[in-house]
C-alpha cells in the first residue's frame, strides 16, 4: 500500500507588500499642500493595506478533459491546449484537475504533456473514468498519490479520491452498487487518512490557513441537477456520511468537484460545492470552459467559470 503523500509546495502564511513606510518631502511647501498630499498617502496606504496583492490564492481549475473520448469529444486535446493557453495569460498560483483526464494510460500521457506547458504547478485528482474499483495502483504509478493534501500560500488543498467512496463502474445501475473487499479497504484507508490531518489541520486553521477539498465526484445533487436520479451522480452512504464527518472535522467549507460536465456553486450539508465545467464535451448542456476560484484569507472564494471561445465538443 501506498501512503498517502503530503506535499508542501511554499512556505505557509501569506506575504503582503507594502509602499515604503516613509518617503522625505524636501524643499518648502505649503501648509495646504502638506495636508493634501498627508491625506493623499493614507488613502494610498489604507487601500494598499485592506487588499494587498498577494494576500489572495488563486487556483485555476481544469475539469474533465477526457482526452481520446473520440466519440463525446473528438476536440479534447485542442480545447485543453486551448485552455492551458488562457491559464498562462492570467496570474494563477496553481492549477487543479479535477478528475476523468483521460481514457487509459496513453491519454493520460498526452493529457500530462499539453498540461506541462502551463506555467504554474499543475495538480491531479482522480475521476471515476482514471480510476475504477480494482486498478487505483495504475493511477498511482502515472500520477502518484490519489488522496494527499498540499499548500499553496495560506491555502491547505486536501485532494480526495471519489472513486474509493463508491461504485462507478456501471453507469446504469439504480442503486448503490457495493464496493469490493478491496476497494473497502482502501476506502477505510483513505478515511483513517483523512481524519488522521485532524489535529495538524485545526492547528494550521488556527496559523491562519483556509482548508479546501478537491474530488472529481460531488456528495448531492444541486437539488434536482443533474436531472437523472441514478447513483452514478453523485456519493451515496455509508461513504457519503464518512466523508461528510471526516470534511466537517477538518473545517472544510468549500470543495471543488468536477463530473458533471457543468458550472454550479451550490450550499450542501454546511458546505460550498464548486462544480467546475468541461474542457472536453456536454452531457448536460451549457458551455465548456474552466473556473478560476480566488480565496481570501477569510476563507471566503470567489468563483469565476471562464469559457472556451469558440470551443466544440
Ligand atoms: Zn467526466
Ligand atoms: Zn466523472
Given amino acids: 500500500m501506498r501512503p498517502a503523500v503530503e506535499q508542501y509546495l511554499s512556505s505557509p502564511g501569506s506575504h503582503t507588500v507594502h509602499p515604503p513606510k516613509s518617503r522625505q518631502f524636501r524643499g518648502e511647501y505649503s501648509g495646504k499642500f502638506a495636508r493634501l498630499a498627508g491625506l493623499l498617502l493614507a488613502l494610498v496606504a489604507g487601500v494598499c493595506s485592506s487588499k494587498p496583492a498577494l494576500a489572495q490564492v488563486v487556483i485555476a481549475q481544469i475539469s474533465d478533459t477526457h482526452i481520446c473520448d473520440s466519440t463525446h469529444a473528438p476536440h479534447a486535446a485542442t480545447n485543453l491546449n486551448a485552455a492551458v493557453q488562457m491559464i498562462n495569460r492570467r496570474v494563477v498560483d496553481a492549477v487543479i484537475v479535477s478528475g476523468d483526464i483521460g481514457e487509459g494510460q496513453s491519454c493520460w500521457l498526452q493529457a500530462k504533456s499539453i498540461?506541462?506547458?502551463?506555467?504554474?504547478?499543475?495538480h491531479y485528482v482522480p475521476g471515476n473514468h482514471d480510476v475504477h474499483t480494482l486498478d487505483v495502483s495504475t493511477y498511482r504509478s502515472v500520477f502518484g498519490a490519489d488522496y494527499y493534501r498540499f499548500t499553496v500560500k495560506f491555502v491547505d488543498i486536501i485532494v480526495v479520491d471519489s472513486q474509493l467512496l463508491g461504485n462507478y463502474t456501471n453507469y446504469s445501475a439504480t442503486s448503490p452498487p457495493p464496493?469490493?473487499?478491496?476497494?473497502?479497504?482502501?476506502?477505510?484507508?483513505?478515511?483513517?487518512?483523512?481524519?488522521?490531518?485532524?489535529?495538524?489541520?485545526?492547528?494550521?486553521?488556527?496559523?491562519?490557513?483556509?482548508?479546501?477539498?478537491?474530488?472529481?465526484?460531488?456528495?448531492?445533487?444541486?437539488?434536482g441537477f443533474p436531472p437523472d436520479t441514478k447513483p452514478y451522480w453523485i456519493i451515496s452512504d455509508p461513504y457519503r456520511t464518512r466523508e461528510m464527518n471526516a470534511l466537517h472535522a477538518l473545517g472544510v467549507k468549500t470543495v471543488l468537484v468536477g463530473h458533471w460536465h457543468s458550472a454550479k456553486i451550490f450550499e450542501w450539508g454546511e458546505i460550498t460545492w464548486r462544480d467546475g465545467p468541461s474542457t472536453s464535451w456536454l452531457p448536460?448542456?451549457?458551455?465548456?470552459?474552466?473556473?478560476?476560484?480566488?480565496?481570501?484569507?477569510?476563507?471566503?472564494?470567489?468563483?469565476?467559470?471562464?469559457?472556451l471561445p469558440n470551443a466544440v465538443p
Fill in 179 to 223: 464496493l469490493p473487499t478491496y476497494t473497502q479497504a482502501q476506502s477505510a484507508q483513505m478515511l483513517n487518512w483523512m481524519n488522521s490531518i485532524v489535529t495538524q489541520e485545526k492547528s494550521a486553521i488556527g496559523a491562519g490557513h483556509v482548508p479546501i477539498a478537491v474530488q472529481h465526484i460531488p456528495v448531492a445533487r444541486d437539488y
Fill in 284 to 307: 448536460w448542456g451549457g458551455t465548456l470552459g474552466f473556473a478560476v476560484h480566488t480565496i481570501s484569507p477569510s476563507g471566503a472564494v470567489d468563483t469565476e467559470f471562464v469559457d
Fill in 115 to 122: 498540461l506541462a506547458n502551463l506555467k504554474a504547478p499543475v
